[in-house]
Protein backbone atom coordinates (compact mmCIF):
# COMPACT_ATOMS: atom_id res chain seq x y z
CA UNK A 1 0.00 0.00 0.00
CA UNK A 2 1.23 3.76 -0.89
CA UNK A 3 0.16 6.88 0.16
CA UNK A 4 -0.06 9.59 2.75
CA UNK A 5 -2.38 7.89 4.80
CA UNK A 6 -0.13 4.95 6.16
CA UNK A 7 0.90 5.78 9.77
CA UNK A 8 4.35 5.97 10.67
CA UNK A 9 5.03 3.60 12.71
CA UNK A 10 8.01 3.21 15.14
CA UNK A 11 10.80 0.54 14.79
CA UNK A 12 9.13 0.21 11.08
CA UNK A 13 11.13 1.40 7.45
CA UNK A 14 9.97 3.28 5.06
CA UNK A 15 10.10 4.78 1.40
CA UNK A 16 9.18 8.64 1.19
CA UNK A 17 8.64 10.65 -1.85
CA UNK A 18 7.34 13.95 -3.65
CA UNK A 19 7.22 15.96 -6.22
CA UNK A 20 7.03 19.72 -6.82
CA UNK A 21 3.79 21.37 -7.91
CA UNK A 22 3.24 21.06 -11.34
CA UNK A 23 6.13 21.94 -13.49
CA UNK A 24 7.90 24.04 -10.62
CA UNK A 25 11.33 22.69 -9.59
CA UNK A 26 11.91 22.06 -5.73
CA UNK A 27 15.46 22.95 -6.56
CA UNK A 28 17.22 26.04 -8.96
CA UNK A 29 20.79 26.09 -7.43
CA UNK A 30 22.97 23.87 -5.34
CA UNK A 31 22.51 26.01 -2.38
CA UNK A 32 19.18 24.79 -2.38
CA UNK A 33 19.62 21.14 -1.86
CA UNK A 34 22.05 22.14 0.64
CA UNK A 35 19.82 23.89 2.58
CA UNK A 36 16.95 21.44 2.07
CA UNK A 37 19.11 18.93 3.98
CA UNK A 38 20.19 21.16 6.44
CA UNK A 39 16.26 21.48 7.24
CA UNK A 40 16.33 17.58 6.80
CA UNK A 41 18.77 17.25 9.56
CA UNK A 42 16.82 19.43 11.72
CA UNK A 43 13.68 18.42 11.45
CA UNK A 44 13.59 14.65 10.24
CA UNK A 45 16.63 13.31 11.93
CA UNK A 46 15.59 13.44 15.69
CA UNK A 47 12.82 11.25 14.60
CA UNK A 48 14.49 8.91 12.07
CA UNK A 49 17.62 7.32 10.67
CA UNK A 50 18.21 7.71 7.23
CA UNK A 51 19.93 5.42 4.89
CA UNK A 52 19.08 6.35 1.80
CA UNK A 53 18.33 9.89 -0.23
CA UNK A 54 18.45 11.46 -3.55
CA UNK A 55 17.06 14.70 -4.17
CA UNK A 56 16.48 15.62 -7.85
CA UNK A 57 15.12 18.88 -9.14
CA UNK A 58 11.78 18.09 -9.28
CA UNK A 59 11.85 15.50 -7.09
CA UNK A 60 13.00 14.00 -4.11
CA UNK A 61 12.91 10.37 -2.44
CA UNK A 62 14.03 8.94 1.06
CA UNK A 63 14.76 5.78 2.94
CA UNK A 64 14.03 6.08 6.47
CA UNK A 65 13.18 4.27 9.82
CA UNK A 66 11.65 6.05 12.02
CA UNK A 67 12.97 6.22 15.67
CA UNK A 68 11.87 4.55 18.92
CA UNK A 69 9.73 7.07 20.53
CA UNK A 70 10.37 9.86 18.96
CA UNK A 71 9.87 13.40 20.13
CA UNK A 72 7.30 14.29 17.35
CA UNK A 73 5.30 12.24 15.29
CA UNK A 74 6.72 11.63 11.66
CA UNK A 75 4.28 12.83 9.30
CA UNK A 76 4.40 16.24 11.09
CA UNK A 77 8.26 16.58 11.15
CA UNK A 78 8.15 15.96 7.18
CA UNK A 79 5.52 18.23 7.10
CA UNK A 80 7.32 21.00 8.87
CA UNK A 81 10.23 20.40 6.79
CA UNK A 82 8.50 21.07 3.55
CA UNK A 83 7.03 24.13 4.99
CA UNK A 84 10.09 25.49 6.45
CA UNK A 85 11.46 25.09 3.16
CA UNK A 86 8.53 26.22 1.11
CA UNK A 87 8.95 29.52 3.09
CA UNK A 88 12.52 29.70 2.53
CA UNK A 89 12.67 29.25 -1.06
CA UNK A 90 9.26 31.14 -1.80
CA UNK A 91 10.81 33.94 -0.52
CA UNK A 92 14.21 33.40 -1.71
CA UNK A 93 12.63 33.38 -5.04
CA UNK A 94 9.89 36.11 -5.06
CA UNK A 95 7.00 33.28 -5.72
CA UNK A 96 3.84 32.28 -3.52
CA UNK A 97 1.62 29.30 -3.16
CA UNK A 98 2.77 25.90 -2.97
CA UNK A 99 6.02 24.56 -3.91
CA UNK A 100 4.99 20.59 -3.22
CA UNK A 101 2.43 18.62 -4.15
CA UNK A 102 -0.39 18.35 -1.19
CA UNK A 103 0.50 14.99 -0.05
CA UNK A 104 3.64 13.35 0.88
CA UNK A 105 3.76 9.82 -0.17
CA UNK A 106 4.98 6.69 1.51
CA UNK A 107 5.22 3.04 1.24
CA UNK A 108 6.08 0.82 4.36
CA UNK A 109 8.96 -1.64 3.65
CA UNK A 110 7.46 -4.86 4.62
CA UNK A 111 10.53 -7.37 2.50
CA UNK A 112 14.35 -7.55 2.44
CA UNK A 113 13.82 -7.68 -1.55
CA UNK A 114 12.16 -4.38 -1.24
CA UNK A 115 14.33 -2.94 1.00
CA UNK A 116 17.11 -4.05 -1.30
CA UNK A 117 15.55 -2.92 -4.59
CA UNK A 118 14.66 0.40 -2.20
CA UNK A 119 17.99 1.55 -1.58
CA UNK A 120 19.42 1.12 -5.20
CA UNK A 121 16.37 2.80 -7.08
CA UNK A 122 16.64 5.55 -4.84
CA UNK A 123 20.31 6.15 -6.14
CA UNK A 124 19.61 4.95 -9.98
CA UNK A 125 16.24 7.69 -10.31
CA UNK A 126 18.68 10.55 -11.62
CA UNK A 127 20.13 8.12 -14.53
CA UNK A 128 16.71 6.83 -15.10
CA UNK A 129 15.42 10.51 -15.31
CA UNK A 130 18.07 11.64 -17.39
CA UNK A 131 19.24 14.22 -15.12
CA UNK A 132 23.22 12.20 -15.41
CA UNK A 133 24.08 9.19 -17.87
CA UNK A 134 25.45 7.61 -14.90
CA UNK A 135 23.74 7.73 -11.28
CA UNK A 136 27.05 7.55 -9.44
CA UNK A 137 27.77 11.38 -11.46
CA UNK A 138 24.88 12.74 -9.42
CA UNK A 139 26.37 14.81 -6.34
CA UNK A 140 22.65 15.43 -4.15
CA UNK A 141 21.95 11.58 -3.09
CA UNK A 142 23.59 9.59 -0.69
CA UNK A 143 25.50 7.04 -2.98
CA UNK A 144 29.14 9.03 -2.21
CA UNK A 145 28.77 9.19 1.23
CA UNK A 146 27.77 5.42 1.13
CA UNK A 147 30.43 4.11 -0.48
CA UNK A 148 33.20 6.45 1.15
CA UNK A 149 34.83 7.30 4.61
CA UNK A 150 34.11 10.71 5.32
CA UNK A 151 31.74 11.33 8.56
CA UNK A 152 27.95 10.79 7.75
CA UNK A 153 24.63 11.25 9.22
CA UNK A 154 23.59 8.07 7.22
CA UNK A 155 23.03 4.91 8.59
CA UNK A 156 26.20 3.99 6.05
CA UNK A 157 27.07 0.72 8.69
CA UNK A 158 23.80 -0.58 8.81
CA UNK A 159 23.54 -0.45 4.80
CA UNK A 160 27.13 -1.43 3.84
CA UNK A 161 26.33 -4.26 5.96
CA UNK A 162 22.98 -5.08 4.11
CA UNK A 163 24.38 -5.62 1.11
CA UNK A 164 27.90 -7.36 2.06
CA UNK A 165 29.71 -4.73 1.88
CA UNK A 166 31.14 -1.85 -0.66
CA UNK A 167 31.58 -5.14 -3.55
CA UNK A 168 28.01 -6.14 -2.81
CA UNK A 169 26.21 -2.99 -2.72
CA UNK A 170 28.02 -1.45 -6.08
CA UNK A 171 27.21 -5.02 -7.31
CA UNK A 172 23.49 -4.40 -6.74
CA UNK A 173 23.70 -0.97 -7.94
CA UNK A 174 24.43 -1.88 -11.69
CA UNK A 175 21.08 -4.23 -11.61
CA UNK A 176 18.67 -1.58 -14.41
CA UNK A 177 15.30 -0.82 -13.53
CA UNK A 178 12.49 -2.64 -14.11
CA UNK A 179 10.32 -0.59 -15.96
CA UNK A 180 7.26 -3.30 -14.93
CA UNK A 181 7.53 -2.39 -11.37
CA UNK A 182 8.26 1.89 -11.35
CA UNK A 183 5.07 1.82 -9.23
CA UNK A 184 6.10 0.52 -6.73
CA UNK A 185 8.55 3.05 -6.20
CA UNK A 186 6.90 6.48 -6.33
CA UNK A 187 6.69 6.72 -10.63
Known amino acids: MTGSRIPFEEGAFYHVWTHANGTENLFREDENYRFFLSKYSLHISPMAKTFAYCLMPNHFHFMIQVRESPETECGKAFGNLLNSYSQAFNKKYGRKGSLFIQNLNRRKIESDSYYSRCVTYIHQ ?63
Not at 151 to 156: K, V
Open 125 to 187: NPSHHGFVKDFKEWKHSSWKALVSEKPTNLERQSVLEWFGGILGIAAAHEIEHDPENEWLFGK
